[in-house]
């Protein structure tokens, strides 16, 4: 017999209070970064990284700055959602971890506004 | 907080080489969210302008940034081989031993080819033809 009731049974969301969301979301942000990644890196290496114009150019381009913005916020969702799991697993005392994923957390939104930033910046100048 | 023993306890399991890929897979992560860090930072720098930019590639020329430029390659290309493997198991298909073994031996071959690789375009870009 389970003691668990039929409401929290329905909803499904374990002892942790959210479920599946967190696992979820690290394989699709995984997913999505498999092509993402590639493509970037795979134009990276036609461009002549030491001309400043010749990057400004590259990433200025409409589509290059999307999926560029597109890389980066997965990116940082996807680390986010990784730190978060090893700083829960590793760091024990209630303090250093609520500091921790506290500022992991603002680590990463952080990346992600100044990268959004600085694309659109070259993007819409 | 109580005193049950908490997951992970990896002292409790023989150790398998399996076990180093997936620890490995958890290092690699951490530095490769470091080395997201430093993309940003690149980006800031190539958004502020030419002297901020040509600043950043000096920064980034110095032996010691281009170990850690290495460094951060070969954990992105670990992580990503690996995170390919990863999203197989999710499905279901690969978690017999001897295939976990094997998939665990082409992850590390990739991740070393392909960090060869790169670091072979990366000297190019530094104009070190090597």
Known sequence: MSLRTPLSRVLGR??????????????????ALLPLTLWFVISLLGQSLQSYDAMRGWLGQPWVAVLTILLVFTLAWHAKLGVQVVIEDYVHGKAAKTTLLLLSTFIHVGAAVAAIFAILRMALS | MNQRPLSPHLSVYKFMYT???SILHRVTGCVAAAGFLLFVWWLMALASGPAAYAAAMHALSSPLAKLLLVGFTFSFVYHF?????????????????????????????????LTAIAVWFGCRAFGLAP
């Open chain 2, 81 to 113: 081989c690996n995170g390919i493997r990863h999203l197989v198991w999710d499905t279901g298909h690969g978690l017999e031993r001897a295939q976990a073994r094997r998939s665990g031996a082409v992850v590390i071959a990739a991740a070393l080819v």
């Open chain 2, 19 to 21: 076990m180093s890929l």
């Open chain 1, 14 to 31: 374990g002892s942790a209070g959210e479920g599946v969301g967190h696992w979820w979301m690290q394989r699709v942000t995984a997913v």
